[in-house]
């Protein structure tokens, strides 16, 4: 393990950190809202930590692939640490853990929320909330390999343990160029987001800060009402719209607004991702239409809510804990599947559900014919074994989170639904849960030792978990 190196490109990580609250600065001096100074201080501590790490260690070797899964989880962790002050010196959030967890909430593009009563929170905190959730969605380690060559080391190591997915697509032969075609098409959408909801009557500052959040399916919003605060049909479907799309493998979006090539429904994933969702709505909408209700309305806000959980975004229209039992336990298994592979979405993904469907498939088969040869496919491809045993470990290892995390804050004083919801939605990063942890709360009164356990929870799903695990292999560490 090449420390050196590791801690060199962790300094030039934070100092283009550093460079981001340029921005909220900014924001500050046009609201006039008194945190010029706070941002001011944020930057200096960030840079100034950034340059002795870079300047201070210079390593040459060739970047492997044990100082790539090092750099991005020792990255988020330091990130999300430089990520809290602007919190935390502000008074806004008076706990430094709550200044983390809020932090961490943003980077990993979670949504779980400590603040209360947003509507009072500064605008320029406010914009750095968003901020931290658009960096985080596409990867802030694949933002610096985009457009930080001066880090000087190739970026495949980092990139590779950065995208979600079981497998990483590139579209250009150089992983820069790739990296910044990902970050093109992510750019695009976020604009076009604004200007659809501005032409909805969203103000501006709204329509930034929240489509930053849609496209990084991160769920901060600006109101404690969520996107509900838009009593707006037109809003609402727009909303719905980009939640989707930042589900979708971003490859797909590549194919269409750069190469005009429309590959959606080619792609197996994509038609299972959707199949998915259109069967949860109807379900849900019989579930819960009734002849005095409005069919458009049932129709609008089972949509918005299965399409938000589903992708892991995690804003509300409505308060889904008043719908029925069942409805809330479905909705549950849409925060475990997440949205596709190589989105901005959480969750386990809707390739590794069929992946695991059609290994046990093929299993049943080989009991009834034991010299039976059946390759496990997708689309026309054949899913290599390796990837098969890879998508089962994390499987294991996601289920062993699960009940120890949940074990923990149920010891904490949660009752079960909230414990186990509380760790699906940090663990699959979609931020509200269910019981005390539910679209009309903040994670705020939760122990302290919790908010370490979830915040824990936040990162290994941002991650897909083995790149946090592997930390922990002995062998890992040996030269």
């Not at 210079?58 to 962790?77: N, P, S, Y």
């Not at 705020?444 to 922990?472: H, Q, S, W, Y």
Request: charged share 10%; glycine share 10%.
């Amino acid at each position: 393990m090449n420390l050196k190196l590791m801690l060199h490109i962790l300094g030039g990580l934070l100092m283009s950190l550093a460079m981001t609250m340029f921005f909220p600065v900014m924001v500050s001096g046009y609201y006039q809202d008194g945190l010029i100074d706070i941002f001011l201080q944020s930057i200096v501590i960030t840079i100034v930590l950034g340059a002795v790490l870079y300047f201070g260690f210079r390593g040459r070797e060739e970047l492997t692939h044990r100082e790539g899964f090092g750099i991005v989880a020792f990255g988020w962790l330091i990130i999300a640490v430089m990520g809290a002050l602007p919190f935390y010196l502000s008074g806004v959030v008076p706990s430094f853990l709550d200044s983390y967890f809020e932090s961490m909430s943003g980077f990993t593009t979670t949504g779980s929320t400590i603040i209360s009563s947003l509507q009072s929170v500064p605008p320029s905190l406010l914009f750095w909330r968003a901020l931290i959730q658009w960096l985080g969605g596409m990867g802030i380690i694949v933002l610096s390999v985009a457009i930080l060559p001066f880090l000087g080391v190739g970026g495949v190591q980092l990139f590779q343990a950065e995208v979600p997915g079981p497998t990483k697509e590139r579209l250009t032969p150089k992983i820069q160029e790739t990296a910044k075609s990902l970050w093109g098409v992510y750019f695009l959408l976020t604009i076009l987001q604004i200007v659809l909801l501005m032409l909805g009557g969203v103000g501006f500052f709204d329509a930034i800060t929240h489509s930053f959040t849609t496209l990084a399916t991160g769920g901060f919003s600006n109101y404690d009402q969520s996107v509900a605060f838009f009593q707006s049909s037109y809003v609402h479907w727009i909303f719905i719209l980009f939640m989707f799309l930042a589900g979708i493998n971003f490859t797909l979006h590549y194919h269409l607004l750069i190469k005009g090539r429309i590959r959606y429904f080619g792609n197996e994933e994509f038609r299972y991702y959707l199949l998915i969702f259109l069967l949860t709505i109807l379900a849900i909408v019989g579930i819960n239409y009734t002849p005095s209700a409005d069919l458009w309305i049932t129709i609008r806000d089972a949509s918005f809510q299965v399409v938000s959980l589903g992708t892991s975004t995690g804003f509300a229209t409505v308060n889904y804990l008043l719908w029925a039992p069942l409805v809330q336990f479905g909705l549950i298994i849409l925060m475990v599947i997440g949205g596709c592979a190589g989105s901005t979405g959480g969750g386990a993904k809707v390739v590794r559900l069929l992946i695991t469907l059609k290994h046990s498939v093929n299993q049943l088969f080989l009991l009834v014919h034991p010299k039976g040869v059946r390759p496990l496919s997708m689309g026309r491809r054949i899913v290599p074994v390796g990837v098969v045993q890879r998508v089962l470990g994390y499987f294991s290892i996601y289920s062993g989170i699960f009940f120890i995390a949940s074990l923990i804050l149920i010891a904490q004083g949660m009752d079960m639904i909230s414990a186990f919801s509380a760790t699906i939605a940090c663990l699959s990063n979609i931020g509200p849960g269910l019981g005390v942890v539910g679209p009309t709360e903040t994670f705020a009164p939760l122990t302290d030792t919790a908010k370490i356990v979830l915040a824990f929870c936040m990162l290994a799903g941002r991650l897909e978990i083995f790149t946090i695990f592997v930390l922990f292999l002995p062998s890992f560490w040996k030269k």
